[in-house]
């Protein structure tokens, strides 16, 4: 190993033996807190990559997404653009303090359910519950307002204070919704409003009699296979080793007992620690987060987990030493071990798995900035004892926070947006393209205004794509061939793109920068397709649009490289009859109204309304959007995801109704002003004005004067309508018939529109 490298305050860094060869990128490594060249561990093109992956207690979030996608877009870029061979581990927690919580808690509030108490019970055990759980808070933010820190703890109060006084707002506003469900008699409103501090209580009382296994496991089941389903569906590619901690267990009392072995770790009251006081004698603790101080009491609760540990931090042999196995109390799962039944700790997983399947040295290391320490650096030390050695993993990689609302998202904050409703609402693709618009190892806030930059952007390549497509599709090869000026600029383009774009990914993964690139050659290529029309160089536009495509499939943005763009709701195994056959029907109806048109001689606007149909209600459905061109050149087709179409299909005709509204409220309120203007003028001019003041200035002459001729006139216009009963009748059904049409398209506004197409497979 080289020697090591100081970087401010951390210990030193190993850097890998590079064997006189080049970096191929730089990468921002938490041991360091510096960019440093990258070198395999091993010479050759081999890296070794472990990712931290969920505790599997509840649904994951888009925090977690923000993780996950961003660990699988760096490693793309890895593979498939410097093309490392890398093996790739994420790890299953199963076991925690968090799923021994959330499964009691859940059977807990079942068995509750069960019992069908009465409702005054209910609601009593409920006020009590969140009572308690506001007193508590409240408690907690006295507590934390009262206390003056320094420097790193100051800050850490000040974040703590930040969650209290969120958590505690969030628990008030539960008790008002409660105290509004008095009367309403219902159990499960009360309970699904106070459910989270019920659970609480019930636990207290009873979580110690929760003692099937099976309920944990099972628990932990259902939500692992979730994160798979959601991994899926944000286009997350496959870990190539996945390991589960419930799977591993003799194995990590292997581990401890070897560390153990090796007087770095004691055991007490059936449960063992790490002895940091001891590994501070040979090794560097802490590596990522240094500090001489002691550890805090949230950094070691954040350690511990919310069960903790059966003794005081007192007993040990430092308050930093941190739990390698936890003796197991009532109502926790346990496993058998020299040192009596427990269960592992937290940190100990990651390194026996990681271990395992990578060996005693590990290139990368990711996960969320969050877990620097103590998780991360626990697993070092616990590592580093192990093997005994000094770096068990050369580069550790930790994606920034993702905010909401100046929080960091977080299922205790009550402030995430699942993974699921999420994609509800925006595709993966967006969402892929909004991390990649962020700069990976920097904190980034999850708003409208973000997802609208990603689908601006989207918008801006899908255009580009559809426009390319369409000059590729057309007979060029009787044109003119070679490069003028504007060939040569927009080649020029292409390659600043190739060149900025390489440097970019070389320098820390700076995916923002690539992508404002990829914008600028796509706004170079519009302008040239803008001013040569369809007297375009095909070959350039073509080697533009690939290399966008090329960089995109790096992302994960596009499925595949093999054509300009990303595929389009096509399944592989699909046949050709199977997925012609839906165009063909909307084509084989179109010419039938076409025909059954014309023979009934109708008007050419029935031809035209038949053909927006086919536009704007059917070809969406299908995946298939057709754009007018001006002066008369072909209509542009292009292809999209049939959902996207649907979509846009959806708001264009509700900014319709809309504006249909605005427009009969417009008409509706000018027949009631008319109607009015006309019964205001029904008396006779001499009759209505024959009172004139005795005392009048010139002005109010001249005004008066006006004002009776205005008024004369309107009052013969009425004279001259002829049969005034009938007029004003014409005037009130015409009122009346505006009305109708308000009302019907106001109630056209909340009904959605449904495409004709049935949802065939897209296209």
């Known amino acids: 190993?080289?020697?090591?490298?100081?970087?401010?305050?951390?210990?030193?860094?190993?850097?890998?033996?590079?064997?006189?060869?080049?970096?191929?990128?730089?990468?921002?490594?938490?041991?360091?807190?510096?960019?440093?060249?990258?070198?395999?561990?091993?010479?050759?093109?081999?890296?070794?990559?472990?990712?931290?992956?969920?505790?599997?207690?509840?649904?994951?979030?888009?925090?977690?997404?923000?993780?996950?996608?961003?660990?699988?877009?760096?490693?793309?870029?890895?593979?498939?653009?410097?093309?490392?061979?890398?093996?790739?581990?994420?790890?299953?927690?199963?076991?925690?303090?968090?799923?021994?919580?959330?499964?009691?808690?859940?059977?807990?509030?079942?068995?509750?359910?069960?019992?069908?108490?009465?409702?005054?019970?209910?609601?009593?055990?409920a006020?009590?519950?969140?009572?308690?759980?506001?007193?508590?808070?409240?408690?907690?933010?006295?507590?934390?307002?009262?206390?003056?820190?320094?420097?790193?703890?100051?800050?850490?109060?000040?974040?703590?204070?930040?969650?209290?006084?969120?958590?505690?707002?969030?628990?008030?506003?539960?008790?008002?919704?409660?105290?509004?469900?008095?009367?309403?008699?219902?159990?499960?409103?009360?309970?699904?409003?106070?459910?989270?501090?019920?659970a609480d209580m019930l636990d207290a009382d009873q979580g110690d009699k929760v003692t099937d296994k099976e309920i944990f496991g099972a628990h932990a089941r259902k939500y692992e296979r979730e994160y798979y389903e959601d991994m899926e569906k944000l286009g997350v590619k496959d870990a190539d080793v996945i390991t589960r901690v419930t799977e591993y267990v003799p194995q990590i009392v292997d581990y401890i007992?070897?560390?153990?072995?090796?007087?770095?770790?004691?055991?007490?009251?059936?449960?063992?620690?790490?002895?940091?006081?001891?590994?501070?004698?040979?090794?560097?603790?802490?590596?990522?987060?240094?500090?001489?101080?002691?550890?805090?009491?949230?950094?070691?609760?954040?350690?511990?987990?919310?069960?903790?540990?059966?003794?005081?931090?007192?007993?040990?042999?430092?308050?930093?030493?941190?739990?390698?196995?936890?003796?197991?109390?009532?109502?926790?799962?346990?496993?058998?071990?020299?040192?009596?039944?427990?269960?592992?700790?937290?940190?100990?997983?990651?390194?026996?798995?990681?271990?395992?399947?990578?060996?005693?040295?590990?290139?990368?290391?990711?996960?969320?900035?969050?877990?620097?320490?103590?998780?991360?650096?626990?697993?070092?030390?616990?590592?580093?004892?192990?093997?005994?050695?000094?770096?068990?993993?050369?580069?550790?990689?930790?994606?920034?926070h993702l905010h909401i609302e100046g929080l960091k998202m977080s299922k205790s904050l009550k402030n995430f947006i699942t993974i699921k409703q999420a994609l509800e609402h925006h595709s993966a693709r967006q969402i892929r393209i909004m991390f990649l618009l962020q700069q990976w190892d920097k904190p980034m806030n999850y708003s409208d205004q973000a997802v609208d930059e990603a689908k601006a952007k989207e918008d801006s390549f899908k255009n580009l794509f559809g426009a390319v497509k369409a000059i590729l599709r057309e007979d060029w090869a009787g044109r003119a061939v070679g490069w003028t000026k504007d060939e040569r600029d927009l080649w020029n383009a292409v390659e600043a793109c190739q060149r900025k774009t390489h440097l970019a990914l070389s320098d820390n993964f700076n995916t923002p920068l690539v992508m404002a690139e990829l914008s600028e050659l796509c706004s170079a290529m519009n302008v040239y397709m803008k001013k040569r029309g369809r007297d375009c160089a095909v070959q350039l536009l073509r080697k533009g649009a690939n290399y966008i495509t090329k960089i995109l499939t790096v992302f994960g943005v596009v499925d595949s490289n093999d054509a300009i763009g990303w595929s389009v709701g096509e399944e592989g195994g699909a046949n050709f009859e199977n997925r012609v056959a839906p165009v063909l029907n909307a084509w084989s109806q179109f010419r039938d109204d076409v025909r059954n048109t014309a023979r009934a001689k109708q008007p050419p606007q029935a031809t035209l309304e038949i053909c927006d149909n086919i536009r704007d209600e059917v070809l969406p459905g299908l995946g298939i959007q057709l754009e007018d061109q001006p002066d008369g050149r072909p209509t542009l087709w292009k292809l999209d995801d049939p959902k996207v179409l649907l979509k846009k299909a959806e708001e264009k005709k509700k900014a319709k109704r809309e504006q249909e509204v605005k427009t009969i409220t417009k008409k509706l309120g000018q027949a009631k002003d008319a109607l009015q203007k006309w019964q205001d003028h029904t008396q006779d001019p001499e009759e209505k004005f024959k009172d004139k003041p005795e005392k009048m200035s010139k002005k109010a002459e001249k005004l008066r004067e006006k004002e009776i001729d205005k008024y004369t006139k309107v009052y013969k216009d009425l004279q001259g309508k002829g049969d005034q009963a009938a007029f004003f009748g014409q005037l009130k059904q015409e009122i009346a018939d505006w009305e109708g049409k308000l009302a019907a398209a106001t109630a056209a506004m909340g009904a959605p529109s449904s495409p004709k197409s049935g949802e065939p497979e897209a296209f």
């Open 257 to 400: 007992q070897k560390i153990i072995d090796r007087g770095f770790a004691y055991a007490l009251q059936g449960s063992v620690y790490f002895d940091t006081g001891a590994f501070k004698k040979s090794h560097d603790y802490r590596k990522l987060k240094p500090s001489n101080a002691q550890t805090s009491e949230a950094e070691m609760a954040e350690g511990e987990g919310a069960l903790g540990g059966s003794e005081s931090r007192q007993e040990r042999k430092s308050p930093n030493d941190f739990a390698l196995w936890k003796a197991s109390k009532r109502g926790e799962p346990s496993w058998d071990s020299p040192w009596g039944a427990g269960r592992p700790g937290w940190h100990i997983e990651c390194s026996v798995v990681a271990s395992d399947i990578l060996g005693e040295n590990i290139d990368f290391h990711a996960g969320g900035v969050d877990l620097k320490f103590p998780h991360h650096d626990n697993e070092l030390a616990q590592s580093e004892a192990y093997h005994d050695n000094q770096q068990w993993i050369n580069y550790f990689i930790h994606a920034g």
């Open 1 to 125: 190993m080289a020697c090591g490298i100081k970087r401010g305050i951390h210990p030193p860094w190993y850097p890998p033996n590079d064997a006189g060869t080049t970096s191929d990128f730089m990468v921002n490594n938490s041991l360091t807190e510096s960019k440093e060249p990258f070198f395999p561990g091993t010479p050759g093109r081999k890296v070794t990559w472990y990712t931290c992956g969920p505790t599997v207690y509840d649904s994951c979030h888009m925090g977690h997404a923000r993780a996950y996608l961003t660990f699988d877009i760096l490693r793309r870029i890895v593979e498939d653009y410097f093309h490392y061979d890398v093996i790739y581990q994420i790890n299953i927690t199963d076991i925690d303090d968090k799923i021994i919580l959330r499964a009691r808690h859940n059977y807990l509030i079942e068995q509750y359910i069960k019992a069908n108490h009465p409702f005054d019970k209910v609601f009593a055990d």
């Open 127 to 198: 006020t009590k519950a969140v009572a308690a759980t506001v007193a508590k808070l409240e408690k907690k933010v006295t507590d934390l307002s009262s206390q003056t820190l320094t420097g790193a703890a100051e800050e850490e109060r000040k974040e703590q204070l930040k969650q209290t006084q969120w958590k505690l707002g969030l628990a008030k506003e539960t008790e008002g919704k409660l105290g509004a469900l008095k009367d309403g008699k219902s159990n499960a409103a009360v309970i699904d409003t106070a459910r989270q501090p019920l």
